[in-house]
């Protein structure tokens, strides 16, 4: 059975608080995830809440859909720019921490990727993006330690 994974990020500035949203569909079963960050950036959001995604995956290999309307996630996947930033060691690459963990995740499942537009007619990508703003301003905030600790 093919999973559908909707998923989104946002940041309240960017850098700034953020969050993201998930949605995990499979036949009758639905899971809604979102986790909110004290200092981070959109794209790393956007990013991470592939890898929780994919991370909540209980069958190894699961096929899944990933429905994301982050160009920056579904082109360096799809066009393979995240294998080439790899074989470089991710020399001088933003979310080095969390590419790398993405990889580790992806190379396990069998993984699509379909870019959708943001903020349009998808109804489940626009309940991440509710689930990730409302992560965002939240009173109880993580730390992107990734991100603090190494901002690039």
Known sequence: MNISIYTDGASRGNPGPGGYGIVMKAGAHRKEISEGFKYTTNNRMELLSVIVALETLKNIPSAAT??????YVVDAVEKKWVMGWEQKGFAKKANADLWQRFLKIYRKHNVK???VKGHASNAENNRCDELAVAAALGTN?????GYEHNPN
């Not at 990933?66 to 160009?71: E, F, H, I, R």
């Not at 905030?141 to 330690?145: A, E, G, S, V, Y």
């Open 141 to 145: 905030l993580k730390p992107d330690l």
């Open 113 to 115: 990727f379909v870019w």
């Open 66 to 71: 990933v429905y994301s309307d982050s160009k």
